[in-house]
């Protein structure tokens, strides 16, 4: 069992930065692969950034386009999302995924989730 909770989105002009954070409780977050999915109205859940347990393989979506970097601190319980040159189609409500197996790209293989926090890039 493990709790999510996502921090950091805003609203930015489109080129701008903006990082993304999620907090776990429970004593095995290293057992978890974590990832990024993101999700806008009318639009399946889509995924953006994975990365492994031990934090030393990490899996993009190909729209990222190495805009993004994902990482994890498994000494404090968290992993980031730092997103570069923003656009508006990347509006969304972005969450926060755990699932204590490897990582996948589905949002379906996820058992647990933060509750969203919203990115709006504006034009």
């Known amino acids: 069992q493990v709790q999510l909770v996502e921090s950091g989105g805003g609203v930015v002009q489109t080129g701008g930065s903006l990082s993304l954070s999620c907090v776990a409780s429970?004593?095995?977050?290293?057992?978890?692969?974590m990832a990024w999915f993101r999700q806008t109205p009318g639009k399946e859940r889509e995924f953006v950034a994975g990365i492994s347990r031990d934090g030393r393989t990490a899996y993009y979506a190909d729209f990222v386009n190495g805009r993004f970097t994902i990482s994890r601190d498994n000494t404090k319980n968290t992993m980031d999302l730092q997103m570069n040159s923003l656009e508006p189609g990347e509006t969304a409500l972005y969450y926060c995924?755990?699932?204590?197996?490897?990582?996948?790209?589905?949002?379906?293989?996820?058992?647990?989730w933060g509750q969203g926090t919203q990115v709006t890039v504006s034009s």
């Open positions: 429970g004593r095995t977050f290293s057992s978890y692969a």
């Open positions: 995924a755990a699932r204590q197996s490897t990582s996948s790209s589905y949002q379906g293989d996820y058992d647990y």
